[in-house]
């Protein structure tokens, strides 16, 4: 599926606004699921600057909670695998409209409709895109929005039928470009073009046929594309992610190369199991090596 796993304005001039000045920012398929991001950044938050930080609204503890200190937790609980306790924290804040909030909020959405029911992962779906809509009004030259929007676009597209897949898949690229545009060296960004493209070159011709008559002609792709940016990502973080080795050995079949397919695919076959994921992605990649 893709994108199934499933993201930096320094503005000094003035001192309420917040500087954010961001470190080595890398999809962390080392030790997490797909669309996990390792951030170190340094932040100085105009409320820190004044003394005043961030109010929680509780009746038993009114601490005062900096931006720098809201996100660290954030992404602690993240690392953490929390998803809940993430979701509860940051939706306390999301009326704050804050990019650095809502997309974290976004990433915490995203990991608990993977393991939620077929009704509740619907509305999580629809919360997780509108949280995003809201982000990119504030600010649209934001990497990690793009990077998330294009995953909820995925989503959002499955839930709506065929025509919808075919009409969000321009979308999708177009964030995906975005993204890489405001973030060149990101893996995961590579790894999820990758996936667009193969999809694209494997659509049915039914898929095709209702393209070309809805939208004039249908989104176009090669599996050779798709094994460039596969390629890129994995050049760009060697094994950072057992299902971009998965991909390449895929790819590498279409193509007819079976040497080189059963190269990634046994990678893939043996890639430490850190989740659920990656215990699906050695599966499959097993399975094929196997009919091979």
């Known amino acids: 599926m893709l994108l199934r796993r499933l993201y930096r304005v320094t503005n000094s001039s003035r001192i309420l606004q917040r500087a954010v000045q961001y470190k080595n920012t890398y999809p962390a398929r080392k030790t997490g699921d797909s669309m996990q991001i390792i951030r170190k950044i340094t932040i100085m ?82 919360e997780g895109y509108d949280v995003l809509r809201t982000a990119l009004d504030i600010q649209e030259d934001h990497y990690a929005v793009h990077k998330w929007m294009s995953a909820f676009l995925h989503y959002k597209s499955l839930l709506e039928g065929t025509k919808a897949q075919i009409k969000e898949s321009y979308n999708i690229k177009k964030h995906i470009l975005r993204a890489l545009e405001l973030k060149p060296d990101d893996a995961m960004l590579f790894y999820q073009l990758g996936c667009w493209c193969y999809e694209v070159s494997n659509l049915t011709w039914y898929q095709r046929k209702l393209a070309s008559f809805i939208f004039g002609e249908p989104p176009t792709s090669s599996f050779e594309e798709a094994l460039m940016y596969y390629e890129k990502a994995e050049k760009a973080d060697p094994n950072f992610y ?48 196997n009919s091979m």
């Open 242 to 289: 057992s299902r971009n080795l998965l991909m390449l050995g895929k790819t590498y079949l279409k193509l007819n190369r079976k040497e080189d397919a059963k190269k990634y695919l046994k990678k893939a076959a043996e890639f430490p199991a850190r989740d659920d994921e990656d215990q699906k992605a050695r599966q499959e990649a097993q399975k094929i090596l």
């Open 45 to 126: 938050s105009p409320f820190t600057v004044m003394g005043i930080g961030i109010v929680k609204n509780n009746d038993e503890d009114k601490a005062q909670v900096t931006t720098e200190e809201l996100l660290t937790k954030a992404d602690t609980l993240f690392d953490r695998g929390d998803y809940r306790s993430l979701y509860d924290l940051l939706s306390r804040y999301k009326d704050n409209k804050d990019v650095e909030i809502l997309w974290r909020l976004s990433r915490a959405i995203y990991k608990m409709f993977e393991m939620a029911s077929d009704i509740e992962a619907r509305k999580l779906t629809y």
